[in-house]
């Protein structure tokens, strides 16, 4: 998740150019070799772009032949790591069905259905078997943990800690840390559950206390709801 | 071997048996003809739009239903002499002569390649050179209509390959730029940027151009042609970004345009019901349910309004069938999402009598329910194609349909994760509050599930929108809390929903009573269908 985000200073030359070129000459054959480095750039730099992805998806629909699975799968990786937004089904809305049942190509819809409905757990469980997949694109871990992290703010106004743990995939002294410093920078309140439990008290929002909610037309972003926090560890 | 022969020509054919069926002779021309000829052009030559229009709309229209009920028009060489032989009015005479083709006949393979030949430089000379015409925008739609419509038609064409002859094989390897895929979006592209009618819209927000506020006329003494023809290209570009399953860079195209004031597009009623149709349907794949469910419920209220005016256009079947797709598409989402405070009087008891009873079928989502989805949706969607040249290669497969099947089979896929949202949504019209252990032991599942239940319901009522912001879909919604020490679902109302549950009156006394006998008793009963809340 989270759109563009910064890249040091030399690269911000290349993706300019690139996303230019989707933006006024899209319809392009020769393009396409660079659209295909810029997936992996945004691999390796965590950045995102999905019309730049779509661009390249529809350049290998137009030419089957030069269509290029691992970049296809790096494209469906980073889409996965952009929920709650819809990116994936649009990619794979442009992916020829017979691709779709390539081992791999199984295995990320497996993912992504366990994530369309909430079934973190699975994902985990799915992910930790599919290592060669996902660890090819770093930052991935992070990502999925903010989109579970969204959808808890949306639904709870205080969740159990086995709850949270199960859904962000942190268990013991790593999830303590990480709760130290939600707690510290993120407005996360720890509070004493029943019995031993521990609650955790996410940062208000319109969607878990309908009561702040202003108006029909306001909306909040979905940086509010989750934040992008560093990477530990 | 068939190479480049010219349709008049052409040895045992299709062609030529059909047309001499018919004693077809493609250069008598009848005086009504030359004289609809003569007149058109002097009309265009002096700019008169009013009478261009009447001659193109209804003039054009009589004669074909009289003289070329099934035979082609004219031959343009046969009236080029009546016309100065200039070049412009025949490339016009030619596209709509083949247009005629494709809407009364079938076309042969030579002639979708001499038609896509005549755009080629109908549009060479719009985009290079200086047109100095004013044509109605009726005209102007129906071009880029037209142009995208014969490019769908080519591609279901070209990818039924089983039973083609040898020389039509022949034929599609020779012009493989025909209708090439490229070659389309990029006409379409070019129109936008040579026109510069992204900016034209931009500047008129601030009233320094006038585009809208004279429908696209140039009172000035230029030509409209290219700047209309740019800015329907944009509605152009949505429709083939559907057609590729591309929702959402076709409603980037679609973005200059504000579909929620009237402006050109709705100065033409093909115009107007192509825009929200394929809006509605890319933002429905989009799972932004409630911007699809508004723009129909607009469009079909205005049909309805209107749809009399246009009973003798050779629109209106046109405008019925898509009036139903869209009541189609609709009660769809409706059905996925269930806000029908958003849904006009008249356009809902429409609906109700058009599907209501599928409707109450689909939210049951058994299967049944699944099959009405497939039947819905495979009636309103778009004519998905291929766009890629096809495999020459021995066996010949007629692959036509998987772009189709694949647009289904996501969307019924998405059906299904949702299916568990109406267990929640039923329940949510009931109770105000209620444990998790209560509600995880009504709805037969175990707390893990019922936890996952309950974020999916959160996830799919949650959409993102265009700049990342996340919208709440839902009508009625809820939030977790730990109420009295018991993780409890509390409900809450949406926006400006008024609370409207109402129980039938003879279990008021049960609910008072507050045993869990009798509240699983009613939850059963509303899972049945026996209860109407």
Redesign the interface.
């Known amino acids: 998740m989270g759109?563009e985000r910064e890249t040091p200073k030399e690269q911000q030359q290349v993706s300019y150019t690139v996303e230019q070129l989707v933006a006024v000459n899209?319809?392009?054959?020769d393009i396409l070799p660079d659209l295909e480095n810029y997936v992996n750039e945004q691999v390796s730099l965590q950045t995102y772009s999905?019309?730049a992805n779509?661009?390249l998806?529809?350049l290998y629909?137009?030419?089957?032949e030069r269509m290029s699975t691992q970049i296809v799968a790096r494209i469906l990786v980073k889409a996965l790591m952009a929920m709650?937004?819809?990116d994936f089904?649009?990619c794979?809305?442009?992916i020829?069905?017979r691709v779709q049942m390539e081992e791999q190509f199984k295995t990320l819809i497996v993912l992504s259905?366990y994530l369309?409905?909430?079934?973190f757990?699975q994902f985990w469980d799915e992910a930790a078997k599919s290592r060669h997949i996902v660890e090819a694109v770093p930052g991935f871990e992070q990502a999925i943990q903010a989109y579970a992290i969204h959808?808890?703010s949306?639904?709870?106004?205080?969740i159990?800690r086995p709850?949270l743990a199960e859904a962000i995939n942190i268990e013991g002294l790593s999830l303590d840390k990480f709760l130290e410093h939600q707690a510290a920078n993120g407005g996360w309140i720890l509070e004493k559950?029943?019995g031993r439990g521990q609650?955790i008290v996410l940062p208000q929002n319109e969607?878990?206390?309908?009561e702040l909610k202003k108006s029909?037309a306001d909306?909040?972003?979905?940086e509010h709801?989750t934040r992008i926090f560093p990477i530990l560890g | 071997m068939a190479t480049n022969y010219d349709y008049e020509e052409a040895p045992a054919t299709y062609d030529e048996a059909h047309r001499q069926d018919l004693g077809y002779d493609p250069n008598f021309v009848p005086d009504s003809v030359k004289s609809l000829v003569v007149h058109l052009y002097r009309h265009i030559r002096e700019k008169n739009v009013y009478e261009i229009h009447q001659m193109y709309e209804i003039s054009f229209q009589t004669l074909s239903d009289r003289l070329f009920k099934d035979t082609p028009w004219p031959s343009v060489d046969a009236v080029a002499h009546f016309v100065d032989n200039d070049q412009v009015f025949c490339l016009l005479y030619r596209e709509m002569w083949f247009r005629h083709i494709y809407a009364r006949l079938s076309p042969t393979l030579k002639q979708r390649i001499d038609s896509w030949d005549n755009y080629c430089s109908l549009f060479q000379v719009v985009l290079h050179s200086v047109v100095n015409m004013q044509l109605p925008n009726q005209w102007l739609w129906d071009m880029v209509d037209e142009f995208v419509y014969q490019f769908q038609s080519f591609c279901q064409y070209r990818a039924k390959m089983k039973n083609k002859t040898e020389q039509e094989i022949a034929l599609l390897r020779q012009y493989d730029q025909a209708w090439n895929v490229y070659g389309v979006l990029n006409y379409l592209q070019a129109f936008v940027e040579k026109s510069n009618i992204i900016q034209i819209l931009e500047q008129e927000k601030e009233g320094l151009e006038q585009f809208t506020a004279t429908d696209g006329y140039d009172y000035s003494g230029g030509s409209n042609v290219l700047k209309v023809l740019g800015y329907f290209s944009m509605v152009g570009l949505l429709r083939v970004h559907c057609l590729l399953g591309d929702y959402q860079t076709g409603l980037k195209c679609l973005l200059p345009i504000d579909i929620s004031q009237q402006g050109v597009y709705t100065s033409v009623i093909g115009s107007h019901i192509t825009t929200i149709y394929h809006y509605g349907f890319a933002n429905l794949m989009l799972r932004r349910y409630v911007d699809a469910i508004r723009e129909f419920n607009k469009m079909l209220l205005y049909i309805y309004k209107t749809k009399q005016y246009h009973q003798k256009s050779p629109q209106y079947e046109q405008i019925l069938k898509k009036n139903e797709q869209m009541y189609a598409l609709l009660a769809i989402c409706l059905s996925l999402c269930p806000q029908v405070k958003l849904v006009e009087e008249t356009v809902n008891s429409q609906l109700r009598e058009k599907y209501g009873e599928k409707m109450a079928r689909m939210q049951r989502y058994d299967d049944e329910a699944f099959a009405i989805y497939d039947e819905l949706f495979s009636y309103a969607c778009p004519k998905f194609i291929t766009p890629s040249a096809p495999s020459f290669e021995e066996p010949l497969v007629n692959y036509n349909q998987d772009a189709y099947r694949l647009q289904l089979k996501l969307f019924l896929y998405e059906v299904k994760q949702q299916q568990l949202l109406s267990g929640v949504r039923t329940f949510l019209k009931v109770y105000s509050t209620i444990s998790l252990g209560k509600l995880a032991n009504y709805m037969e599942v175990d707390d893990p599930t019922l936890r996952t239940i309950l974020l999916t319901y959160k996830h799919k009522t949650h959409a993102v929108d265009s700049e990342g912001k996340v919208i709440s879909n839902a009508d009625v919604d809820f939030y977790i809390d730990d109420v009295r020490k018991t993780f409890s679902l509390c409900k809450y109302l949406c926006a400006a929903e008024k609370m409207c549950f109402k129980l039938p009156c003879v279990l008021y006394n049960f609910i008072a009573a507050d045993t869990d006998g009798i509240h699983k008793q009613l939850w059963t009963n509303l899972r049945l269908g026996y209860v109407k809340t």
């Open positions: 759109r899209p319809y392009n054959p999905l019309d779509l661009c998806l529809r629909q137009f030419e089957p709650p937004a819809p089904s649009l794979l809305f442009l020829p069905e259905h369309e409905t909430g079934r757990r959808v808890l949306l639904t709870y106004q205080k159990p709850v559950g029943h609650l969607f878990n206390h309908p029909a909306s909040v972003p979905l709801i």
